[in-house]
C-alpha cells in the first residue's frame, strides 16, 4: 500500500470576486485530506483578496497577488510554487466534480501511481448550473498522439505527476494548455482513465472568448508536432464534427 500522494491544486484568477468562492468551497469540501492549494492572482481590484483572506487558513496554503504577463504567466507562477507530486488546475469558476473525486482516483489501496489521471468534464453557466457534457469526449486509452484529433481532455480533467510537468509556452496566448498536456502525456510512462466526471467547468473562458485565435494557435501547434499533411488531413474531420456538433447544440 502506497502513502497518498499529495496533489497540488492550483487557482488561477483575476478579478474573480462572483466566481471565486464556489471553486475554493470545492477544494475545502474534498474528502481527500493530502491536498496543497494554491490561489495565483494577478493583482484584483474588485474584492477578490478579501474572498482569498476569508479562506486563506483552510483550504487555501499559498497565495500571491500580483501583476501578471496573462493566464499562462500565472499558471506558471502556480507550479513554480507546488510541491505536491501532481498537479491539477482548477481555476476560478470551476470546480471539482463532487467531495469524493480524489478519494476516488487516490483510493487508500492503490499500489501503484500513475503519471497521469484524466476524466470526463460537465458544463456549467454562472450560475453553477449544468448545461451539459463537453464537445469532445476523453477516449478509452490516452496517448499524446490522440491529440491529433483535438483536446480530447479538458485542461480541468487532467492531473499530471508533477515531475513530468514542464512550464507553460508563453509564445501562446490561447492554446499553450493543449501542448502542456500533449508534451506531459508525451512524457508518461503510465496513464490512467478514472472513468469519472472529475471536474465543472465555467462555460466561457478566455478560449471560447478568443475562439479564432485560439483555433489558429492549436492548428500552430499540432503541425508542430504531427506534420502539416497529417495536421490539414485530421482537421477534416474535426471541423465537421464541430459542425454537427454546434447546428445540434447550438453552442460550442
Known amino acids: 500500500m502506497l502513502k497518498q500522494p499529495v496533489i497540488s491544486i492550483i ?6 470576486v462572483s466566481s471565486l468562492e464556489k471553486t475554493i468551497l470545492s477544494i475545502a469540501s474534498q474528502s481527500y485530506p493530502n491536498i496543497e492549494y494554491i490561489i495565483v492572482d494577478g ?11 476569508k479562506f486563506k487558513h483552510h483550504p487555501i496554503s499559498l497565495f500571491i497577488s500580483e501583476p501578471d504577463n496573462g ?21 476560478s469558476g470551476d470546480e471539482i466534480y463532487e467531495s469524493s473525486t480524489l478519494s476516488k482516483i487516490f483510493n487508500a489501496k492503490n499500489t501503484t501511481l500513475a503519471d497521469v489521471y484524466y476524466g470526463d468534464t460537465v458544463m456549467i453557466n454562472d450560475q453553477g448550473e449544468l448545461i451539459g457534457g463537453r464537445r469532445l469526449k476523453p477516449p ?5 498522439k490522440d491529440f491529433k484529433n483535438g483536446m480530447l481532455v479538458s485542461h480541468q480533467s487532467i492531473i499530471i505527476k508533477r515531475e ?7 509564445n501562446y496566448r ?6 502542456w498536456c500533449l508534451l506531459a502525456l508525451k512524457k508518461a510512462k503510465s496513464v490512467v482513465n478514472t472513468h ?5 467547468f ?4 478566455i478560449t471560447k472568448q478568443n475562439i479564432v485565435p485560439g483555433l489558429k494557435e492549436r492548428f500552430r501547434i499540432m503541425t508542430r508536432y504531427f506534420g502539416l499533411f497529417s495536421t490539414l488531413l485530421f482537421h477534416i474531420p474535426i471541423t465537421l464534427r464541430f459542425v454537427t456538433y454546434v447546428f445540434k447544440n447550438k453552442r460550442f
Open 164 to 170: 513530468i510537468a514542464g512550464l507553460y509556452n508563453l
Open 71 to 91: 493566464l499562462y504567466d500565472a499558471m506558471n507562477k502556480g507550479i513554480n510554487m507546488a510541491t505536491g507530486d501532481y498537479l491539477w488546475f482548477i481555476n
Open 174 to 179: 490561447f492554446s499553450a494548455d493543449f501542448e
Open 140 to 144: 478509452t486509452h490516452l496517448g499524446w
Open 202 to 205: 465555467l462555460d466561457g473562458g
Open 196 to 200: 469519472l466526471v472529475l471536474s465543472r
Open 43 to 53: 493583482g484584483s481590484t474588485d474584492g477578490t483578496l478579501d474572498i482569498i483572506q
Open 11 to 16: 487557482t488561477i484568477v483575476y478579478n474573480g
